[in-house]
Structure formats: structure tokens, C-alpha cells
């Protein structure tokens, strides 16, 4: 019971209200900056119709939970050519918003403090703040174009309520995690229907890298009925496998090596290229970072 | 870097395949749709179990949707068709785009390069993609091209029939579209192009639970018994949905199938709003009545309780609820025939 508290004072998925607005409230108004108008006015989409604005990328939104979104264009006064979009997106909570994030996020990516994170380029900026993913797409080359994307952000970033970084992205240690690497995965994890909700990082280990990831459940059945479906996915495929009831691990073609540890209402696991000892040694460090993370919150 | 495929029909042989019109490639009935896949062992997986062609596009995750499949593909990649798309836009972004998609794919040929997401059927005929296209072809890069599109599918279609410039159309098609796209896609394909499905649950595409036969198996089913469909896309994230869909593609729709494609387009005609708000004006309290029924679709369609209930938290609709129940009997009507009493008695009950 204590687990599934602090699990969920973690997770907080409770709703973040954006204080009885409306999403249209958020966008820059047409002449945010000198020089700038609106090249299209504000436009809203739904789950149901984000698709006739961005096509089949939608459904990676709905997977994450998308509410709503509104988009809005600008244009130099001077230059109609020169261009940019801003689209605001609506995740619902804050671990969704961080979550549809680092579905874009690259370790290589440049990176700067707007938000609670974001990645930049010359053409491009994302960053999530509160329950809000944002991005800012060049719509021209124009070096008159990339300034404006920044205060665009940056004027955004003050406007958007919201500001802490989910607190169950800490269920993950820090320590040896490889910059950036960290991500929220809400589908098919490993491949795995009932991976819905899952954390994984990349860390540095002494023959290299590896995953290490936390998938959350609403009870201990569910975890362990999903544990028991990777082990029968990993039988069709015949991979080796070894399961002595707590712990699983398998030699895969397509993971490496894949061990899996149900803790709680929680599957711990780790795979890459990666001997035996240093695998349970991860899971051990993982369970315990855990602990240590609940006994924070309690 | 790995040459383009299509030695891939020897290794896909016990899966049905149909031919893509005038291309004379091969393709499984069920193809790869890969936009939401993360994971490379699904993707291997699927070409393993006799799947030939994939999906995907340059714009998806930003260009890492195409890393994906092609660390997936290393060592396949003579096994599988690559589609991806670019977007109509300068020749010098379009030719980087494609640059960039061989690269993240890791091969030095596309098999079919699609327009993205044509909306109108003059971008099919405008002049600079279409040189981009052609050159492309003759610098050997792409093989085969085409467009894909959800809008205006039928015009959009009809439009592009024997353009000799679009050898494959993909386009979101159901067991509830109309008339007119069906029409369309059949004098396509006896024009001699090749038509590929996407889009083809027409409803909850979120039900990625493992399923004996679900409507999912039924609406797949659907696509492929029409002659003129060489292949569907279905997205596939999980083990589970390429086990569900390769079991649909050997079969016709049966009886069963076809009695539950019924069932549900009743349960979806009768209970979908297409939030068209004609109905707001009909309610004497002019209540927002397809936000209601939008945050309705998250808890009976999409099955997210939580999601339901923050919507309708953040719409305030307890508000909206205490006046719709101050009526003895309701007076909105929608055009479509939805009940709407019946749909915000649902609300009231489950989200009040």
C-alpha cells in the first residue's frame, strides 16, 4: 500500500488547470515582436482532427494523451516569405508533456534552458513547461528568422503556467545516466502491449552503454501478468531464456540482453550488451534508488 | 550502404500478396505502418513473418521514425519495399529531405517517395515538386512515387488518375467511407495505379489490447476484400497488434465479420459526434454540447477515465450539467441523428 502511494504522489496526474482559459490565450498575439504579423490567424485541433494538421504524426500524440492544440503563424510585415509557426499543445499533465518531449529529444540534440528543457536549432525549437509541449518551426531560412523563434520561446515560456519537472522522473538514478537519454514511453515498450507507462534512461556501464527502465502498473497482478506475457513473447521468438519466478532474463536478438525484475506494482529492467553480474547489479541499484526515492516521499 | 529491395517476394512467399498496379512490385496485403514505433524488434519481427513493405516518412518524430527502421532493417533490407514521405516544398528542401531519409534509412534507394499529405489537388499538379520527383527518379534515389492524403480523398484521387507521375496513392480508407472515394480508388486502380490503404479503423485506434476477433480484425478485414486495394497500413506498436493483424490477412470478411463492422458503424453512427456544433443552437441553454460529447468519446471510446474526467473538469461542465437537467425533456437535435439526450444522460451520469 505505502508502494502505491508514493507511486502515485510520484506520478501526480492529477489535471493542471490552465486557470479556466482558453488555449488560444497562450498564443503570441501578431505583433509579439516588431516587424511581425499574423501569416495565418490561431487554430485549434482536437484528437480527432489533429490529423488534417499534422497527418499520421497525430497519433503519436493521442498515445500520449492530447487534449488540444492551437496553432498560430507568423510573418515578417516586409517580407511575407519569411515565416514561422508556433503550435501549442495541450498534454494534459506534465509527465505527457515531458513525455511527448522526449519522443523528439536527442542525446546530440542543442539544448537550453527555456521551459523545463528545451532542444534548439537554427529552424526549430521544443520545449515543455507545465502540462504544455511546444514547438516553434522555422518556415524559411531566413536569418531573420532564428532570433525570432528564441523570443518567441522565451516570451512563451513566461506566459505558460507550470513549472516543475515531473517528479516521477526521478524513479530513475541519476548517476552514470547518459545526458538527455531519458524518456517516457506510454505504448508498446519492448514491444510489449501492457508496457504502457514506462521510464527508460541510457547509462554508462564498463563495457559500454545500457537501458535501464521502470514500467509503472496500477497493481502487482498487472505486473506480473505483463512479466509473464514477455516471457511467453520471448518463447515464440525463442530466444534463451531464464526465469527463476522474480527474475527474468533472456539473450535477444533484437534487445541483447534483457533482464526484468517485478518489484512491487513496478517492472524493473535492463538490457544492451551486458554480462550477468553488471545486469543484476543495475536491477539491485534500481530497486534501491527506488526505495530510497519512496522513502523521500513518505 | 544497402541497395534498395525487391528480392523481398522469395522471403514473404506464405503471405498473400497483391500487385501495385503498374509498378509490378509485390506487396503483402498487410504492410508496416510505422509511425508510432519505437521499438526495432517489432519492426524485424514483422518482416521476419513475411511483411514486405513499411511505411514511414520523413517528418515522422522528426526524422527518427526512419533511424528507427533502418537499424532495424540492417541485414533485411533486400527483404522489404521501403514508402516514406517529404512534403511538398522548395526543391532544395525536398532534395535535402530525401538526402536526409537515405541517410536515416541507411540505403541508397527508396522504393516509393510519396507527397505528404496532399489537401488539394492543385499541389499534385504544381511544377517544382513534381521536377524534384522526376529528378529524383533519374538520379536512381526513389523508384517509384506517389501521394499520400486524408482530405478531399476523392477529388484529390480523381484528380491524379492517369498522371503517369503518381504510381501509388495512399489514402485513409474505410468500411465508412462514401461512395465517391470508393468510385475514385476503383478508376484509379483500373488506370493502372497502385492503392494502398491507410486509416482503416475509422474509430478507436487507441485499442491496442490483445483481442480474439475484435472489429479491428473485422475493419481490416473490410479493406482487403476490395479488389482494387493492393495493401493496408495499419499501425502496429506491439507484438500483439502484428500477431492480430497477420491472423486477418489470409481470410474474406465473413458473415461474423461483416455482422460486426455493422455493430459497431451502428454503435459509431448512432454515438460519434462529428462536433460539427449544429446542434448548439437547438439546446435552449446553447450548452457546448460536442465538448460534452468529446470528453464522452475519451471515457467510451478511448477508454480513459482520467483523461475524461480532466476535460470535463477543465470545461466546468457540473455547470453545464445542472442546467441540462433543469429541462424536463431535451430539445437539441443533431443532424446526424446522434441521441443526444441519450449521450449527455451518459455524460451526466458518468462525468456529473
Not at chain 1, 98 to 122: K, L, M
Not at chain 1, 234 to 263: K, N, V, W
Not at chain 2, 74 to 85: D, E, H, P
Not at chain 2, 135 to 159: E, P
Request: proline content about 4%.
Amino acid at each position: 500500500m505505502k508502494t502505491i502511494c508514493a507511486i502515485a504522489v510520484l506520478l501526480n496526474t492529477a489535471p493542471l488547470p490552465l486557470c479556466g482559459a482558453d488555449i488560444r490565450d497562450l498564443v503570441l498575439p501578431a505583433d509579439f515582436a516588431p516587424g511581425w504579423q499574423w501569416d495565418f490567424e490561431p487554430e485549434v485541433y482536437g484528437p480527432d482532427n489533429l490529423y488534417q494538421y499534422i497527418d499520421g504524426e497525430a497519433e503519436l500524440y493521442i498515445d500520449y494523451d492530447f487534449f488540444e492544440m492551437v496553432t498560430a503563424s507568423y510573418a515578417l510585415e516586409c517580407d511575407e516569405s519569411v515565416t514561422f509557426t508556433l503550435d501549442i499543445y495541450d498534454m494534459g499533465t506534465a509527465l505527457n508533456a515531458f513525455g511527448i518531449y522526449s519522443s523528439y529529444r536527442r542525446p546530440d540534440h542543442d539544448f537550453a534552458q527555456i521551459g523545463c528543457e528545451a532542444t534548439v536549432s537554427a529552424l526549430n525549437i521544443r520545449f515543455y513547461k507545465g502540462k504544455f509541449f511546444i514547438q516553434i518551426n522555422a518556415g524559411s531560412t531566413d536569418p531573420r528568422v532564428s532570433p525570432a523563434l528564441l523570443a518567441a520561446a522565451r516570451r512563451l515560456e513566461k506566459a505558460i503556467p507550470g513549472a516543475e519537472r515531473p517528479a516521477v522522473l526521478d524513479m530513475l538514478p541519476g548517476e552514470a545516466q547518459l545526458p538527455h537519454s531519458l524518456a517516457y514511453v506510454t505504448r508498446g515498450f519492448l514491444g510489449q502491449s501492457r508496457f504502457r507507462r514506462t521510464l527508460r534512461a541510457s547509462y554508462s556501464i564498463d563495457s559500454g552503454t545500457c537501458t535501464a527502465f521502470v514500467v509503472l502498473f496500477e497493481n502487482e497482478p498487472a505486473a506480473r501478468t505483463a512479466l509473464s506475457d514477455l516471457q511467453a513473447t520471448l518463447r515464440e521468438q525463442s530466444e534463451e531464456i531464464e526465469t527463476d519466478g522474480a527474475l527474468l532474463s533472456a539473450r535477444t536478438p533484437y534487445h541483447g540482453a534483457l533482464f526484468c525484475r517485478q518489484h512491487d506494482l513496478l517492472i524493473l529492467g535492463v538490457n544492451g550488451e551486458l554480462d550477468d553480474k553488471t545486469a543484476l547489479r543495475m536491477l539491485d541499484r534500481l530497486q534501491n534508488h527506488i526505495e530510497k526515492v519512496k522513502s523521500g516521499v513518505n | 550502404m544497402i541497395t534498395g529491395g525487391l528480392a523481398a517476394a522469395a522471403f514473404a512467399a506464405d503471405r498473400p500478396k497483391r500487385i501495385l498496379g503498374k509498378t509490378g512490385l509485390k506487396v503483402t496485403t498487410l504492410g508496416f505502418g510505422s509511425m508510432r514505433t519505437f521499438d526495432p524488434g517489432v519492426i524485424r519481427r514483422a518482416v521476419e513473418m513475411g511483411i514486405n513493405h513499411i511505411d514511414t516518412a520523413r517528418s515522422y518524430m522528426d526524422g527518427y521514425n526512419e533511424q528507427v527502421i533502418g537499424a532495424a532493417l540492417q541485414g533485411l533490407r533486400n527483404r522489404v519495399l521501403i514508402t516514406s514521405k517529404v512534403k511538398i516544398d522548395t526543391p532544395s528542401k525536398m532534395k535535402s529531405d530525401v538526402e536526409a531519409s537515405l541517410k536515416a534509412l541507411r540505403t541508397d534507394v527508396i522504393d516509393i517517395l510519396l507527397l505528404h499529405s496532399i489537401k488539394r489537388p492543385d499541389e499534385l499538379r504544381a511544377d517544382e515538386p513534381r521536377k524534384v520527383i522526376e529528378g529524383l527518379k533519374r538520379d536512381g534515389l526513389i523508384r517509384f512515387s506517389g501521394f499520400s492524403t486524408h482530405l478531399n480523398a476523392a477529388s484529390i484521387v480523381r484528380s491524379a488518375t492517369k498522371d503517369s507521375l503518381y504510381d501509388i496513392m495512399v489514402v485513409a480508407y474505410n468500411f465508412r467511407s462514401d461512395e465517391a472515394l470508393t468510385h475514385a480508388l476503383e478508376q484509379a486502380w483500373r488506370s493502372g495505379h497502385g492503392i494502398v490503404a491507410m486509416k482503416t479503423q475509422a474509430g478507436d485506434y487507441r485499442d491496442d489490447r490483445p483481442a480474439e476477433l475484435s472489429h479491428h480484425q473485422a475493419a481490416l478485414k473490410w479493406v482487403l476484400s476490395k479488389p482494387f486495394i493492393s495493401a493496408a497500413i495499419p499501425s502496429m506498436v506491439t507484438y500483439d497488434q502484428l500477431r492480430e493483424n497477420l491472423q486477418v490477412i489470409s481470410g474474406t470478411p465473413s458473415e461474423a465479420d461483416l455482422e460486426i463492422l455493422h455493430r459497431y458503424d451502428e454503435k459509431i453512427r448512432t454515438e460519434l459526434c462529428r462536433f460539427c456544433g449544429a446542434c448548439i443552437s437547438t439546446c435552449p441553454h446553447r450548452l457546448e454540447i460536442p465538448e460534452i460529447n468529446r470528453c464522452l468519446m475519451y471515457l467510451e471510446g478511448y477508454h480513459d477515465h482520467d483523461l475524461a474526467r480532466r476535460s470535463a473538469d477543465e470545461l466546468g461542465l457540473k455547470d453545464a450539467f445542472a442546467l441540462c437537467e433543469s429541462c424536463t425533456s431535451c430539445s437539441a437535435r443533431c443532424v446526424f441523428e446522434l441521441n443526444l439526450a441519450a449521450q449527455l444522460g451518459r455524460a451526466r451520469t458518468f462525468l456529473g
